[in-house]
């Protein structure tokens, strides 16, 4: 059974780093076919994506918080860590793990499977 | 804001069929494969189809989803109560080297 869980603070300070740990479980970041994509979404908004990092180690960010967000995976751990610095109330969302595949190239990800999230609020 | 552009709402009774639209430029919608999502309130989203055609294990086939140049739809047959929550399209952008979700479209029943 595949599944994923977002654990970390519900509550930062504006300009803090938030750490994220995703803990997989029924599956493992071994090769380039598996990857683990960051996905946030603000309250009442829509899904926006973050990072995603394969498990060959290569990695991808989202232009607009590029200079602000670290994708990291501990393999003996069979976890993944999100991390996003100097963090504005704009941040506030719920923040979601979810397991990326593709079937027909490389950058055709779609993820099957998700984590339940978890609400992360930025406030002093 | 999005560069996927989905209708904000659509609404329909028990039993008809709505379809959702996804419209995008060529570096992704017409180029990537389309994948669609449902979601409720509280819950996390769940993968309804992927690379524009293809179900999961465990979706009806009265879900479904088609490709038209650089627009992706989604059709649902049979409207039912459990339909209703916000479904997002997501692609690649080529040209910005990201994963990009639709808006998101609410759905009432």
């Known amino acids: 059974q595949i599944t994923l869980k977002e654990s970390g603070p519900t509550l930062v300070k504006p300009t803090q780093t938030l750490t994220l740990t995703c803990t997989l479980s029924?599956?493992?970041?071994?090769?380039?076919?598996?990857?683990v994509g960051w996905i946030r979404q603000p309250p009442g908004k829509a899904l926006e994506w973050l990072a995603l990092?394969?498990?060959?180690?290569?990695?991808r960010y989202s232009p607009s918080l590029m200079s602000r967000v670290t994708i990291t995976k501990d393999t003996s751990k069979n976890e993944v860590v999100l991390t996003v610095g100097n963090m504005d109330p704009l941040d506030t969302a719920t923040y979601f793990c979810?397991?990326?595949?593709?079937?027909?190239?490389?950058?055709?990800?779609?993820?099957?499977?998700w984590g339940q999230g978890t609400l992360v609020s930025v406030s002093s | 804001q999005s560069v996927l552009t989905q209708p904000p709402s659509v609404s329909g009774a028990p039993g008809q069929t709505v379809t959702i639209s996804c419209t995008g430029g060529?570096?992704?919608?017409?180029?990537?494969?389309v994948h669609w999502y449902h979601q409720v309130p509280g819950k996390p989203p769940k993968l309804l189809i992927y690379?524009?055609?293809n179900r999961p294990s465990g979706v009806p086939d009265r879900i479904s989803g088609s490709m038209s140049g650089t627009s992706a739809s989604l059709a649902i047959t049979g409207l039912q109560a459990e339909d209703e929550g916000d479904y997002y399209c997501?692609?690649?952008?080529?040209?910005?080297?990201?994963?990009?979700f639709g808006g998101g479209t609410k759905l009432t029943v």
């Open positions: 979810a397991r990326g595949r593709y079937t027909s190239g490389y950058n055709q990800i779609f993820f099957d499977f």
């Open positions: 029924g599956f493992s970041l071994r090769t380039s076919e598996d990857s």
């Open positions: 990092i394969y498990g060959d180690d290569d990695k």
């Open positions: 060529y570096s992704y919608v017409g180029t990537y494969r």
């Open positions: 690379d524009n055609t």
């Open positions: 997501h692609s690649y952008d080529e040209d910005a080297r990201r994963w990009l």
